[in-house]
């Protein structure tokens, strides 16, 4: 069995907000980590990459992993890409098209911080890095009615591959949280992988609609870095995240039905 660590980050700063804090990595622990990385023989896939190999049965390296950013932050450009070529580290950036910063028109949702544009975002991916679709107002995609859904994944997709000028064929759900029709609703929409959270390591056996990934925050140490993308205790370090994340399940389950039986969706 195939078994890639996937790793979540969020904003790259010394100095977040109170919003992002909690998601966010300094950019020193991100230097550490990728230090980490490179020097215990991983070898750095984009999220296409490593899915594009599975599917066609094709040479995997010993040690694969991914590394992907949402959102889209404005410090991934100042912060985040610098580290990643000194580290010549590949990796997948999901955008939220409505949260660019100069998305005009398109505007949508509420950023938390300060975005990437789309000029930044074209300079980016000229570097060799993927960029996959997240939604275009970063909503909890299980709570929309089908035709928002609908609308949520093809105009975020159609944007991105408008702006960028590059093909959009992964994506990673806001918040994780997906469902049976919102997977039916991303194929749909043209996409072949989709990240979900899980904190857990991703194996071949795996949905392709919904691959766990590995959450990287402010209080990861090194010490909790090694051991998760090692694969040892990963459901010890993540314990109380997998809890909250089965409990809010049941209840967005039972949401969405309340809202089925008064005809909101």
Not at 68 to 73: A, I, L, N, P, R
Not at 77 to 83: D, G, N
């Amino acid at each position: 069995m195939i078994r890639v660590p996937i790793l979540m980050y969020h904003s790259v700063t010394d100095s977040p907000n109170e919003e992002t804090r909690p998601h966010s990595v300094r950019p020193s622990d991100l230097d550490e980590q990728l230090s980490y990385l490179a020097e215990s023989g991983f070898t750095p896939l984009t999220l296409g990459d490593l899915v594009s190999r599975l599917n066609k049965n094709t040479g995997m390296p010993v040690k694969p992993v991914v590394v992907t950013f949402d959102d889209g932050y404005a410090d991934f450009h100042t912060h985040a890409l610098p580290l990643l070529e000194r580290h010549r580290f590949p990796a997948t950036v999901f955008l939220t098209s409505g949260w660019v910063a100069d998305a005009g028109a398109d505007a949508a949702g509420r950023p938390l911080d300060d975005m990437l544009s789309w000029g930044q975002a074209r300079e980016i991916a000229q570097t060799g890095i993927e960029f996959g679709g997240h939604s275009h107002s970063h909503p909890q995609l299980d709570q929309l009615p089908t035709e928002e859904l609908r609308q949520e994944l093809r105009r975020n997709k159609g944007l991105l591959e408008e702006k960028i000028g590059a093909p959009v064929a992964t994506m990673a759900y806001p918040y994780g949280y997906s469902s049976a029709r919102v997977r039916r609703e991303v194929r749909k929409a043209g996409y072949f992988a989709a990240c979900a959270v899980n904190n857990a390591i991703a194996a071949d056996r795996h949905d392709m609609l919904a691959i766990p990934r590995l959450t990287v925050a402010r209080h990861t140490t090194i010490g909790m870095f090694r051991r998760a993308v090692e694969g040892s205790a990963v459901p010890l370090i993540y314990l109380r995240e997998r809890v909250l994340t089965k409990g809010y399940a049941v209840v967005r389950r039972t949401r969405y039905g309340l809202q089925r039986v008064r005809g909101n969706v």
